[in-house]
């Protein structure tokens, strides 16, 4: 089926709804649907194989009055993004759509959060962004809010809700790590029966932030890009995309290249993080060390590149800052060569450990029905089984022209999530090769562009980590609404089956094997025996103490 | 087979005799930076106008410009520099430059901070200064406009333009 007739259908079903089509792009299908009726769509939707990518509250009150609810939904074998939205006057409420596309209920329970609309269903469940001693009927998404709000800190609102056990302050924000998240794990002697998660204590409000008259359309790349400390470019490239799209800014080809070959050695570096990171949790120092050891030149390459190793700084509107001379692709292409051989006599070592091996095979299973109930992304979806990227399925950039193999293990556990990332990197590699090779001529960034307002877009970058999707409605000088969806926001959820029934001891490699990036979304754990009520602290890389047992 | 299983390992072994020892002796060894590397900026206070161009494009607001009596203040703090070098590209006088520096660790947070002072030029009319004297002198080397007209501050000037407009229809003053 055609772009063309998949559009048609969708229209075909969004007039029998009594909705309306808003706009449609080449990328994405804006519609309107009758509150009513949206959970009908969504369920058509959502059968039709569209995965839920996130859902975006605004606040539209100064242009019509009202609050909306943006569910973005992606059909990733047409490549097209169908963007629903449901408005409601103050106070009144909205429906969920958890029920039928269970993915749907962190970001619907985040709009409830942040910008206080009623979601029917979701009233009595606890907040899951604003902090509990955040005042009541402060919603810092709301414009009347002014961006640098700070509630004043008291312990009164703390109130009935402070529990009256209180553990020692070793977690959540752990010393050795740097990214604060918090786990409870109720374990049955050495099982774990439950999870439970509380996260968000990095929330640095970079949405509102960029709302405020200190950031303009220039300078959001650059805050975009600290949202994350390891897959920064790919927030401040797919912050770029969406306001190109948004605007239909035609990007000079050279500069796409050089977006694509800078993303893929993120790709690279990240995932060669993961892996000694993996085998430090396993108890493998020596492969860690080394791991790292063979990381180093690429982090040096990005640097040559960029002029940073990391936040590179070279995203703009329009463009890049930086260009490729040719002795730079001398050296990349030279860098690149000798990683890839390093990296292939080290996997024959690595996959061979019987200690990373055995801990990793059949571990943290996600079984395919539950990767596709959460519309999971990543790795973590492809070691399931299920063949989402990015890249493939809504090229952006220049890798429409790059071949490249999509790695798929249907196990769904540890190892398979291991496998996949072994196996992109040696295709990243592939990708920045034939990249540099095919560089064509010309500028690297437009002279001039207009941002007009109020035109909606959404783009969708692969991070090392997933799917990262940023929702955007221009305004004047800065983004009206800007919505980032990071990849681990939609892994988390899935934690909680890939940890239920599994020892204690291999937690600690599930809760990693998603390569969580928390300040996009510390891995202090807390762990509670069910019969006993005794609790104490962890961290990730105690594991394998729980393994020595 | 089972020699092999418990042998392959251990080629980890030859990997690491092979590759040697790789820390480097920092900071006594060859410097670590590669050619583009992008550290602190330094402003050549001698170019600068003062116009305050890069205070606009900076985005963590690292360069800042205030208003000291009858001066302008162009401060660069350190401590809040993402090193992107945006200033950089948009400074119209070439007046920074992107350094390779990196050791920035001080004591105290004042060595973090640096200034360059500008001398504000009065307005011919109010007497009021309102722009530095460099941003003068060097706007009128690239733009043909007069003295006169430079010295005068962005309200007197309309307000002279009101005048004289008002003058061409009959108005008394």
Known sequence: MSMKDVVKEIEGKVVEFGGVVETITDTAVFVEIPKERVKEFAKWLYNAGAFLKTCAGVDERSINSRFAVYHIFGLDEKGIDVVLRISSLEGEALPSIASEVPAAEWCELEARDMLGLHILGHESKPRLVLPQDWPNAVYPLRKDVPYDYRPPSSVENFGKELPSEVGLPVGPYHPILHEPEYFELYVEGERVVDVFYRGFHVHRGIEKLAESPRFTYKTIPFLAERICGICGFVHSSCYVLTVERAAKIEVPERAQFIRSIVLEIERIHSHLLWLGVAAHILGYDAGFMHIWRIREPIMVLAELLTGSRKTYGINIVGGVRRDIDESKKKKALDVLRNVREEFKRFVEVFTSVPEIVKRATGTGVLPKDDARALSVVGPTARGSGLRRDVRKDYPYFAYRLASFKVPVYSEGDNLARLLVRVDEVFESISIVEQLLDALPRGSIAVESYEIPSFRKAVGAVEAPRGEDVHFIITGHGRPYRWRVRAPTYQNIPALKIMLRNTPLADAFLTIASIDPCFSCTDRAVVIRDVRSGFRRFASLFEGRRYANK | ?173
């Open chain 2, 1 to 173: 087979m089972q020699i092999s299983r418990i042998a392959s390992p251990l080629k980890l072994l030859t990997i690491a005799l092979k590759v040697g020892r790789v820390t480097k002796k920092y900071p006594f060894g060859p410097p670590l930076l590669t050619e583009s590397f992008r550290g602190a900026i330094s402003i050549d206070p001698a170019k600068c106008w003062g116009c305050g161009a890069c205070t606009l494009v900076c985005p963590p607001n690292a360069l800042t410009m205030r208003l000291e009596g009858e001066k302008i203040v162009l401060e660069y703090f350190k401590g809040r520099c993402i090193f992107c070098g945006m200033c950089a590209d948009t400074c119209p006088a070439n007046a920074i430059i992107v350094t390779k520096e990196f050791e920035l660790a001080a004591t105290s947070v004042e060595d973090l901070k640096e200034d360059v002072i500008h001398k504000m030029s009065k307005c011919a009319i109010c007497g009021k200064p309102f722009v530095a004297t460099a941003e003068i002198r060097d706007v009128m080397k690239m733009q043909p406009i007069t003295e006169e007209y430079a010295n005068i501050c962005p309200e007197c000037r309309k307000k002279r333009a009101v005048k004289a407009f008002g003058m061409r229809f009959g108005a008394s003053t």
